[in-house]
């Protein structure tokens, strides 16, 4: 159903270069809607997404999972295939929920990833999101203290098709997303260019 699942074989011919060094993208399509069901469908459904992403781990130093908020099969597959989690999390009451679903089905896990999580989407005019990005990272410690505001210069990246740091590059947002790579990936390596050049 998706190239996700179905292996190595499909998911090279789904892969698409960018205009980008060194990046590949994996594009979403409709089947994906459907993904829960067919990964409660298949054997070891909770590590399917491992599986297929060690049939290419070789090619690649680094795959990015973006996955929706909540906890699903999909999320779940994510999280077993991870050697790290970013949880992006919205300034409010609830937001360190979001964080402990996270870390309960990452306690189930055999090979636990290593998770922290960050502020999102943040309205310094609002005060429970002042509140939040005065008070989460210092009462959590998985919470690191990088805030990135909410700004219609993020909305762009849809319409633009370029990262931040192509077309806004001296923003406060563009500055937050280079700390969170920093974060993330802090010793890169690369192996060659992009495998479909």
């Known amino acids: 159903m998706t190239a996700l699942l179905?292996?190595?074989t499909e998911m090279d011919a789904a892969i698409r270069s960018t205009s980008y060094p060194n990046l590949d993208v994996l594009p979403a399509d409709e089947t994906y809607r459907a993904?829960?069901?067919v990964l409660d469908a298949a054997k070891k459904s909770t590590h399917r997404i491992a599986k297929v992403l060690?049939?290419?781990s070789s090619e690649y130093?680094?795959?990015i999972l973006d996955c929706p908020p909540g906890a699903s099969l999909v999320a779940e597959n994510?999280?077993?295939a991870a050697d790290l989690v970013v949880v992006p999390l919205v300034p409010s009451p609830l937001s360190v929920r979001s964080l402990n679903q996270v870390n309960d089905i990452v306690a189930a896990s055999d090979r636990p990833p290593k998770v922290f999580a960050f502020l999102s989407m943040v309205d310094?005019?609002?005060l429970v999101h002042r509140t939040a990005a005065q008070t989460l990272s210092r009462?959590?410690?998985q919470v690191i203290d990088l805030v990135l505001p909410s700004t219609v210069i993020i909305e762009r990246m849809g319409s633009e098709r370029a990262p931040i740091g192509i077309y806004a590059p001296g923003t406060e947002a563009a500055r937050v997303f280079t700390q969170l790579w920093k974060h993330v990936y802090p010793a890169p390596k690369v192996k060659r260019g992009s495998r479909h050049e």
């Open 61 to 63: 130093d680094v795959f």
């Open 54 to 56: 060690e049939s290419v």
């Open 139 to 141: 009462d959590n410690p």
């Open 124 to 126: 310094r005019r609002k």
């Open 35 to 37: 993904l829960d069901l």
């Open 78 to 80: 994510a999280l077993h």
């Open 6 to 8: 179905r292996g190595k």
